[in-house]
């Protein structure tokens, strides 16, 4: 048998994930002598054996690896004989600091879920409870390389048997950074609404009587403070949407286990793989009619957003209820509490009563939500779980720093090949998410000592993240909004050529100074042409007419009819005054910029068609719209556009479906559908577009972004006709196609952009 002496490089998420003793156990198994260590790059492996053996502990090493490694690279090169007689463990010795990654957090894995329910185990019961494969990450670190000391879990020195697990190699929680028992580490308390300790109660169950009760109770989780009710009690439900001054945006559901998700919702094998996967994210699920879950939890919605308990504390909770309300803990459009003092004032007035615990979370994240569109996962935010994974750009690129959208705020920062979007931050009109932001440029630089040399931001002037750009060092690269949606798909799909993207969104503020959102451009990571956009309509009143689709509707009839005859909707009942004085703003420009986002046409069909004249959170009209489709929405013929050609491009014209819908609802047509034509007629017209554009320009890959299409009808039927006329299309799934994913596309094309002429 040939003899082999390599040196095994293994790159990725391989520090902190119980790597060097699977290592081990493999090397051991197939025979091999050796070390492991980890070093600035990852794990390093020197083996030394048989060809054979050798060959197989390669393939192992990623077919076989711990649940929470993520490779990204393994490498191998043949190197000199060190003449070791058995495998061994080394201690790192220099700094980790470089190229490695940090894990993201992990749900509670089965072994550690089994030791927690055994009475005689020494964890039995204890809510902190983790291991190599599972626990808190990201949340806890406080620095690199990673390391108990700079975690949050600093402050809990080991006990001598936490120790002697974290240093025995073939331990689960060999240098399990969070270990700790009821001995070492941290405890739970509870505290009354004003925030006093309860003593000589035992927490969990002083929390779960007052929820049974129908108190509202804030529970400090992984990555921030939830709000939790029974689920299954209507007045509790009802009792947290009046004091978050939450009217109607659904809450998300923690529900106790698969069997039970099954009473209440529809589950695909794939969606089952998604809510037990180490991410644990919310996932959005068809809902069975008869759920026992209060109406109030999603009013009038179809779908209930699911996830599976992730951390102990959630698992031994979730004992005694079948499903709880877990909302993030803030008020209304805040960002989720995750600092306890904070939480103490935030949640004043709100929360009955506190379970809280002394582990304390070094960064909010908030849950992660994921749907399924076309048979596979599709991620609508990316957050706890996810983060900070990298995404893999197709070549390697100076650092970037990208400061995101104005909604839906992530950043994003380059490391060579690797792209690393933080945490979901929110909307940087709040104070609070502004300084999350501030704070998460200043941690992600640390994290990756990645210092940016560009500093990418949004083409809008007034974006508060622009004048941010200027403050900081760095080259600012400003970047059009909906090239940055194109790009980001295309980076999600590894895709570097020329594509055409079809970018759908509400706004983004256009090279002409208007407001884009129904573009078709064609570009790549340096450029793009507006190819074919939306005929532009007025947004009556600016945000005003966001927040009320009925003025949309007006806009769009004014344009199709004229201002002196306007057709009589139900939606401007009682708003004859107001409609007056919208015909005023549109007549004299005055406040009424121009747009072309296909967000707003939504907005005007929801609200023609009756079912949302005003909106109490962003995006509701469209989902109003998506929701009220008939099964068998796909038999009906597609309201038509016109499609004309100008000096620019193509221009799409929505007047003939607004004169078909008002004839329609003239005749008592059905909301249902009325939004199945006007969906088949989106999709209809986006392939006829995508089919001139191919007659000019050559075929290339269709790539669907924009917060349009997080909706799965238009998606799966827009992808159905795109390939049925041999379109290659691309759609987003590991970042989102809403403004989440935006500082991804920013990032890569401020990354490939030409740094002006020194004169
Ligand atoms: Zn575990
Ligand atoms: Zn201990
Ligand atoms: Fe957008």
Same mark, same amino acid.
């Given at each position: 048998?040939?003899?082999?002496?390599?040196?095994?490089?293994?790159?990725?998420?391989?520090?902190?994930?119980?790597?060097?003793?699977?290592?081990?156990?493999?090397?051991?198994?197939?025979?091999?002598?050796?070390?492991?260590?980890?070093?600035?790059?990852?794990?390093?492996?020197?083996?030394?054996?048989?060809?054979?053996?050798?060959?197989?502990?390669?393939?192992?090493?990623?077919?076989?690896?711990?649940?929470?490694?993520?490779?990204?690279?393994?490498?191998?090169?043949?190197?000199?004989?060190?003449?070791?007689?058995?495998?061994?463990?080394?201690?790192?010795?220099?700094?980790?600091?470089?190229?490695?990654?940090?894990?993201?957090?992990?749900?509670?894995?089965?072994? +550690? #879920?089994? /030791?927690?329910?055994?009475?005689?185990? %020494? @964890? =039995?019961?204890?809510?902190?409870?983790? *291991?190599?494969? !599972? $626990?808190?990450?990201?949340?806890?670190?406080?620095?690199?390389?990673?390391?108990?000391?700079?975690?949050?879990?600093?402050?809990?020195?080991?006990?001598?048997? +936490? #120790?002697? /697990?974290?240093?025995?190699?073939?331990? %689960? @929680? =060999?240098?399990?950074?969070?270990?700790? *028992?009821?001995? !070492? $580490?941290?405890?739970?308390?509870?505290?009354?609404?004003?925030?006093?300790?309860?003593?000589?109660?035992?927490?969990?169950?002083?929390?779960?009587?007052?929820?049974?009760?129908?108190?509202?109770?804030?529970?400090?989780?992984?990555?921030?403070?939830?709000?939790?009710?029974?689920?299954?009690?209507?007045?509790?439900?009802?009792?947290?949407?009046?004091?978050?001054?939450?009217?109607?945006?659904?809450?998300?559901?923690?529900?106790?286990?698969?069997?039970?998700?099954?009473?209440?919702?529809?589950?695909?094998?794939?969606?089952?793989?998604?809510?037990?996967?180490?991410?644990?994210?919310?996932?959005?699920?068809?809902?069975?009619?008869?759920?026992?879950?209060?109406?109030?939890?999603?009013?009038?919605?179809?779908?209930?957003?699911?996830?599976?308990?992730?951390?102990?504390?959630?698992?031994?909770?979730?004992?005694?209820?079948?499903?709880?309300?877990?909302?993030?803990?803030?008020?209304?459009?805040?960002?989720?509490?995750?600092?306890?003092?904070?939480?103490?004032?935030?949640?004043?007035?709100?929360?009955?009563?506190?379970?809280?615990?002394?582990?304390?979370?070094?960064?909010?994240?908030?849950?992660?939500?994921?749907?399924?569109?076309?048979?596979?996962?599709?991620?609508?935010?990316?957050?706890?779980?996810?983060?900070?994974?990298?995404?893999?750009?197709?070549?390697?690129?100076?650092?970037?720093?990208?400061?995101?959208?104005?909604?839906?705020?992530?950043?994003?920062?380059?490391?060579?090949?690797?792209?690393?979007?933080?945490?979901?931050?929110?909307?940087?009109?709040?104070?609070?998410?502004?300084?999350?932001?501030?704070?998460?440029?200043?941690?992600?630089?640390?994290?990756?000592?990645?210092?940016?040399?560009?500093?990418?931001?949004?083409?809008?002037?007034?974006?508060?993240?622009?004048?941010?750009?200027?403050?900081?060092?760095?080259?600012?690269?400003?970047?059009?909004?909906?090239?940055?949606?194109?790009?980001?798909?295309?980076?999600?799909?590894?895709?570097?050529?020329?594509?055409?993207?079809?970018?759908?969104?509400?706004?983004?503020?256009?090279?002409?100074?208007?407001?884009?959102?129904?573009?078709?451009?064609?570009?790549?990571?340096?450029?793009?042409?507006?190819?074919?956009?939306?005929?532009?309509?007025?947004?009556?009143?600016?945000?005003?007419?966001?927040?009320?689709?009925?003025?949309?509707?007006?806009?769009?009839?004014?344009?199709?009819?004229?201002?002196?005859?306007?057709?009589?909707?139900?939606?401007?009942?009682?708003?004859?005054?107001?409609?007056?004085?919208?015909?005023?703003?549109?007549?004299?420009?005055?406040?009424?910029?121009?747009?072309?986002?296909?967000?707003?046409?939504?907005?005007?069909?929801?609200?023609?068609?009756?079912?949302?004249?005003?909106?109490?959170?962003?995006?509701?009209?469209?989902?109003?719209?998506?929701?009220?489709?008939?099964?068998?929405?796909?038999?009906?013929?597609?309201?038509?556009?016109?499609?004309?050609?100008?000096?620019?491009?193509?221009?799409?014209?929505?007047?003939?479906?607004?004169?078909?819908?008002?004839?329609?609802?003239?005749?008592?047509?059905?909301?249902?559908?009325?939004?199945?034509?006007?969906?088949?007629?989106?999709?209809?017209?986006?392939?006829?577009?995508?089919?001139?554009?191919?007659?000019?320009?050559?075929?290339?890959?269709?790539?669907?972004?924009?917060?349009?299409?997080?909706?799965?009808?238009?998606?799966?039927?827009?992808?159905?006709?795109?390939?049925?006329?041999?379109?290659?299309?691309?759609?987003?799934?590991?970042?989102?196609?809403?403004?989440?994913?935006?500082?991804?596309?920013?990032?890569?094309?401020?990354?490939?952009?030409?740094?002006?002429?020194?004169?």
């Amino acid at each position: 048998m040939r003899s082999v002496v390599w040196n095994v490089r293994v790159e990725g998420i391989v520090q902190g994930v119980g790597f060097r003793p699977f290592v081990y156990r493999l090397a051991t198994e197939y025979g091999l002598s050796g070390t492991v260590l980890n070093d600035s790059q990852g794990v390093l492996i020197h083996v030394e054996g048989d060809v054979v053996g050798a060959e197989a502990f390669v393939a192992a090493l990623e077919s076989e690896a711990p649940p929470l490694a993520l490779i990204s690279r393994v490498a191998v090169v043949s190197v000199a004989p060190l003449g070791f007689s058995d495998f061994t463990i080394v201690a790192s010795t220099e700094s980790t600091r470089g190229e490695t990654q940090i894990a993201p957090d992990a749900a509670s894995c089965k072994d +550690c #879920l089994a /030791e927690m329910s055994a009475v005689t185990d %020494r @964890r =039995f019961a204890y809510p902190f409870i983790n *291991c190599t494969n !599972c $626990g808190p990450r990201y949340s806890i670190v406080t620095g690199v390389p990673y390391d108990r000391s700079a975690t949050t879990m600093a402050e809990f020195p080991m006990c001598p048997s +936490c #120790l002697k /697990e974290y240093h025995d190699p073939l331990s %689960r @929680r =060999f240098h399990a950074q969070p270990n700790a *028992c009821p001995v !070492c $580490g941290p405890v739970l308390s509870f505290s009354d609404a004003r925030g006093r300790v309860v003593g000589g109660v035992d927490p969990l169950r002083e929390a779960v009587k007052m929820l049974g009760q129908g108190g509202i109770v804030a529970i400090k989780g992984l990555g921030g403070y939830h709000l939790a009710v029974d689920a299954t009690d209507a007045a509790a439900v009802v009792r947290l949407r009046q004091r978050k001054h939450r009217d109607e945006k659904p809450f998300a559901l923690m529900v106790s286990d698969l069997t039970a998700i099954e009473q209440i919702a529809r589950l695909s094998p794939l969606e089952e793989r998604l809510l037990c996967g180490v991410e644990r994210p919310i996932v959005l699920l068809a809902r069975r009619a008869e759920a026992g879950i209060a109406e109030s939890v999603a009013p009038g919605n179809t779908f209930w957003g699911v996830m599976l308990p992730y951390t102990p504390l959630h698992s031994l909770l979730l004992q005694d209820f079948s499903a709880l309300v877990m909302t993030s803990g803030n008020r209304s459009d805040e960002p989720i509490a995750f600092d306890d003092q904070q939480a103490l004032n935030r949640l004043d007035g709100i929360a009955d009563g506190y379970l809280s615990h002394n582990r304390r979370i070094q960064r909010r994240t908030e849950d992660s939500i994921v749907r399924v569109i076309d048979q596979q996962p599709l991620v609508l935010r990316r957050s706890r779980g996810y983060v900070p994974r990298s995404i893999r750009l197709a070549s390697g690129q100076p650092a970037v720093l990208a400061l995101g959208a104005e909604l839906k705020n992530t950043i994003c920062l380059t490391r060579s090949d690797c792209a690393f979007i933080s945490h979901h931050l929110g909307d940087l009109k709040n104070r609070d998410a502004l300084d999350a932001q501030h704070q998460a440029i200043t941690d992600l630089q640390n994290l990756l000592d990645s210092p940016p040399s560009i500093i990418a931001h949004d083409l809008h002037p007034d974006f508060v993240s622009s004048r941010s750009a200027i403050a900081l060092d760095g080259r600012s690269v400003s970047v059009q909004h909906h090239h940055a949606h194109l790009v980001s798909c295309m980076v999600d799909n590894g895709v570097d050529e020329l594509a055409l993207g079809v970018v759908f969104d509400g706004a983004g503020y256009g090279i002409d100074d208007t407001l884009w959102g129904g573009e078709f451009l064609l570009g790549d990571y340096r450029e793009f042409e507006r190819v074919a956009h939306f005929d532009p309509v007025a947004l009556p009143g600016g945000d005003a007419a966001v927040k009320e689709p009925w003025r949309m509707a007006a806009s769009y009839l004014i344009k199709t009819y004229g201002d002196d005859s306007l057709p009589k909707m139900s939606c401007f009942a009682n708003r004859s005054s107001e409609l007056q004085l919208l015909r005023q703003m549109v007549k004299r420009g005055i406040n009424a910029p121009l747009t072309s986002s296909c967000g707003r046409l939504f907005d005007a069909v929801a609200a023609l068609a009756g079912l949302r004249a005003k909106v109490s959170y962003e995006g509701q009209a469209a989902l109003a719209l998506e929701m009220a489709l008939p099964d068998d929405a796909e038999h009906f013929e597609g309201y038509p556009f016109a499609v004309v050609k100008y000096a620019a491009g193509l221009k799409i014209d929505a007047d003939p479906l607004i004169r078909e819908l008002v004839s329609d609802l003239n005749n008592n047509i059905s909301s249902s559908i009325v939004s199945a034509r006007f969906h088949n007629g989106l999709a209809t017209m986006i392939a006829q577009v995508c089919r001139l554009l191919r007659k000019t320009y050559g075929p290339v890959p269709v790539a669907l972004s924009g917060g349009v299409f997080q909706n799965r009808y238009l998606t799966e039927r827009t992808l159905n006709l795109l390939r049925a006329d041999d379109f290659r299309v691309l759609v987003h799934r590991q970042v989102p196609p809403n403004d989440g994913g935006l500082s991804l596309g920013q990032a890569v094309i401020a990354g490939h952009s030409v740094p002006p002429k020194a004169c």
